[in-house]
């Protein structure tokens, strides 16, 4: 539970009567009007479905539920609809064996940390008898009468806008007039029932594989470059100019250039924020653990980084603060403030292929100049004390660099920084160290005996 929404192993953490009880609790603090419901296709994505809609229908909420879609195309439903709120039912990009809920408001973007900390208290204290409710003033019991019920309504529409939305957004003629090949990966998840539609309306012949939205993931979920290597050779085999890859529901993207090279997924926010510049000048927000590579290019422009904790919603609040051209998360999380307020891979692709367009390079060559710095990033178990002390020892052991709190601990120094922060989705401490070579950020980490 984080701001990050709600995350389990199916069955075990993420019980029914959990995934019950949120649903009232979320139904009742939005104030009980329409409710987006969506979800990425994991197969236990259709009981938690029912239990939420169900939940939500038994609060007084209208449900409308606008099947398997990615992420960031239900947040901007939400939006489209006036709807008072959404569910999102997925894990991201956890494996199979887990699923979650996602939490938007009324503005087309995620919880606050204080409401996901108001809805988390509420869920605790809604008794599994689904019949008490702590009461507030202005707040009644959550159950409404029998003639209260309002059946859930499906909702094919969503797709078609987010698509809609992106083609207004981007020069969707010239990319068009390219008639671009591209490889896609959509690992069977959500992105499977909107990007091979994206690309063909952009005129783009397309060699998809893992694209049926069956929630059975033939590679690791993380769109990372070592999970990629059947999308490499469909792009050599196709001589696709670039290859897409996406998480199981459709926020995060990563790229293949067309030698069938794996790009960092640092890089695909670091080619969408150096295009969006080039079109229009701006504040850029991204994540603390997001690579410099992203003050380079802001630098260039001339325009200042604003950097905030990792989540996106983080990132989000700061960038609708800033008036931010553009925003995101380092994990391929591009955030375009024209087409959604979350992250989105399918405008991550349109970008990627409108800054090919008018570059008139292959992505080697574009993605070449951004590559002067190399992030390494871990994975560390640890109980919550040794988290504290590891935390604590940070500062002393790099004791010239500049010092980030709020989440976890990150140090700048000259030639590069490490961030040392838990995780919101995963119970592990995530450890991030870049510079300007390999052997520089196994250097630092070693620094801090890492």
């Not at 993420?14 to 649903?23: D, Q």
């Not at 939490?103 to 940390?113: I, K, Q």
């Not at 020892?393 to 030639?415: A, C, F, M, Y």
């Amino acid at each position: 539970m984080s701001v990050s929404g709600v995350r389990g192993i199916v069955g075990r953490s993420l019980t029914p009567e959990l995934v019950l009880r949120y649903a009232q609790a979320f139904g009742v603090l939005q104030g009980r009007g329409t409710i987006v419901v969506a979800r990425d296709p994991r197969p236990s994505g259709v009981l938690y479905r029912e239990l939420v809609a169900g939940g939500l229908a038994a609060v007084g909420c209208r449900v409308v539920d606008i099947g398997i879609t990615p992420t960031p195309t239900a947040l901007g439903a939400v939006l489209a609809r006036r709807a008072r709120g959404g569910v999102i039912i997925t894990a991201s990009h956890n494996p199979a064996p887990w699923n979650g809920l996602k939490f938007a408001g009324p503005e087309g973007s995620f919880l606050t940390a204080a409401q996901m900390a108001r809805l988390s208290d509420g869920a605790r204290h809604l008794q599994s008898s689904m019949g008490a409710w702590p009461r507030r003033k202005g707040e009644g019991a959550p159950l409404v009468p029998w003639d209260r019920i309002q059946p859930a309504m499906a909702d094919p529409r969503a797709v078609g806008e987010h698509i809609a939305r992106i083609l207004k957004a981007v020069d969707a003629a010239a990319i068009r007039r390219r008639r671009f090949t591209v490889a896609l990966d959509s690992c069977n998840g959500a992105g499977a029932v909107a990007a091979p539609a994206l690309l063909t309306a952009l005129g783009c012949r397309v060699i998809g594989i893992h694209v049926t939205p069956s929630g059975e993931f033939p590679r690791g979920p993380e769109p990372t470059p070592k999970n990629l290597a059947a999308l490499s050779r469909a792009v050599r085999r196709a001589r696709a100019a670039v290859g897409f890859a996406q998480d199981p529901d459709a926020d995060r993207l990563s790229l293949v250039d067309e030698t069938g090279q794996p790009l960092s997924e640092e890089l695909t926010l670091a080619l969408a924020v150096q295009h969006r510049l080039r079109q229009c000048r701006g504040p850029v927000v991204v994540n603390l653990s997001t690579s410099r590579v992203i003050d380079d290019i802001a630098a260039a422009a001339g325009v200042r980084v604003h950097r905030t904790p990792v989540g996106e919603v983080h990132v989000v609040q700061r960038m609708r603060g800033v008036g931010a051209v553009i925003g995101g998360e380092g994990n391929g999380g591009v955030i375009d403030p024209r087409i959604t307020w979350g992250r989105d891979s399918l405008a991550g692709m349109a970008l990627t292929l409108e800054a090919l367009t008018g570059a008139r390079q292959p992505l080697s060559a574009l993605a070449a100049p951004l590559s002067g710095w190399v992030l390494i990033k871990r994975k560390l178990a640890l109980s919550p004390a040794k988290t504290a002390t590891l935390l604590a020892s940070l500062p002393r052991r790099l004791p010239r660099g500049r010092v980030t709190l709020g989440d976890g601990v990150r140090i700048d120094l000259p030639d590069g920084w490490v961030h040392l922060r838990p995780s919101n989705t995963e119970p592990v401490v995530r450890v991030f160290a870049e510079a300007a070579s390999h052997a520089a950020a196994q250097a630092m980490l070693a620094r801090i005996k890492i």
